[in-house]
């Protein structure tokens, strides 16, 4: 059975061979983990990611390094080929805007009904 991830998945491990025989594993090997848990659990939500990212913080890792490893999980779950994986990966994507929003389509509609009402009343005159 494989104990770490990297040997689930058939990746060469991220230690360095010294780490490995010392039983010290890396912090970044260890944060990596604990995010591919969090997303294959379901729990990875964007308000989640940004309590990872200050946790990161406390174990001396920049921001930018931890959202790249959150990334990089994220990429790996997506190209798993698991359809339960790759909604867990896209709960952290945010859905595109809407090009225009709902107030302008209103008044757009509001103007249009004005336009055909005056068209409709010089018709008739």
């Known amino acids: ?3 770490r991830y990297s ?4 990746r060469p491990s991220a230690q360095p061979s010294s ?3 010392s039983g010290r594993l890396d912090t970044r090997m260890i944060f990596r983990e604990m995010i591919a848990q969090e997303l294959r659990a379901g729990r990875l939500t964007r308000s989640r990611r940004a309590r990872i990212v ?5 174990l001396g890792l920049s921001a930018v390094e931890a959202g790249e490893m959150v990334a990089s999980c994220c990429n790996e779950a997506f190209d798993a080929g698991d359809t339960r994986q790759k909604k867990l990966a896209l709960r952290l994507v945010r859905p595109p805007q809407p090009l225009i929003s709902t107030d302008a389509k209103i008044w757009m509609l509001v103007g249009v009904g004005i336009v055909i009402d005056a068209w409709l009343l010089l018709r008739l005159i």
């Not at 040997?7 to 058939?10: H, L, S």
């Not at 200050?54 to 406390?58: E, I, S, V």
């Open 1 to 3: 059975m494989p104990t």
């Open 7 to 10: 040997e689930e998945f058939g």
């Open 19 to 21: 780490a490995r025989r």
């Open 54 to 58: 200050r946790y990161a913080a406390q």
